[in-house]
């Protein structure tokens, strides 16, 4: 094309609006640019709320976070709040308690636990119990990193906790026990 068959070419003309018609684009435009500023307000004001809850009540915080934005943005805050992003003898509050170790993955519903309770380890404070050591009590640290939960202790070797969750609900673990060579399925006993 050339310049001067680019300066023939027109636009259409714009239909002429009635009075009422223009009043309505208007309305329209209004209500759009009112929704985004009421939207970014809305925004902010979950965001204070958030940041005010972190600091004032962290528990609460931490229960909306997971509750809201699912387990694993959950994670990384419950590390920094807890102290959990170096070792330490506490057990994460999402471990403590006694899981059934399957050799393969159990489906199950959201929130239903195993008829039963086979094969159980239980993640205690500073302790790990496994039935099948004869019962015995081995030392442990925790540390929460990368999306899972890091074990070690002086009669241990160190394992890795994968933490496997759908939304806001940790779902099983995948990971070795100590003194055993194969990986294991665990799923919380009962609540």
Known sequence: ???????????????????????????????????FVALHALETRTADYFLRMRTENPAIYLEQLRESQGFADFLPEYATLTGLDDFKADTPSFLLGRWTMQKAPLRLPPGMVP???SDPITFDYGLVLMAEAGGSALSAR???????????GPTMKDTRITLVSFGSLLDHLEFTPPGRESAVYAYRCGH
């Open 1 to 35: 094309m050339t310049r001067t068959a680019i300066a023939k070419l027109k636009l259409p003309a714009l239909p002429r609006l009635l009075p009422q018609q223009w009043a309505a684009v208007v309305a329209v435009v209004v209500a759009i640019v009112g929704y």
């Open 115 to 117: 008829e039963q309770c």
């Open 142 to 152: 925790y540390r929460v990193s990368d999306g899972g939960v890091d074990l070690t």
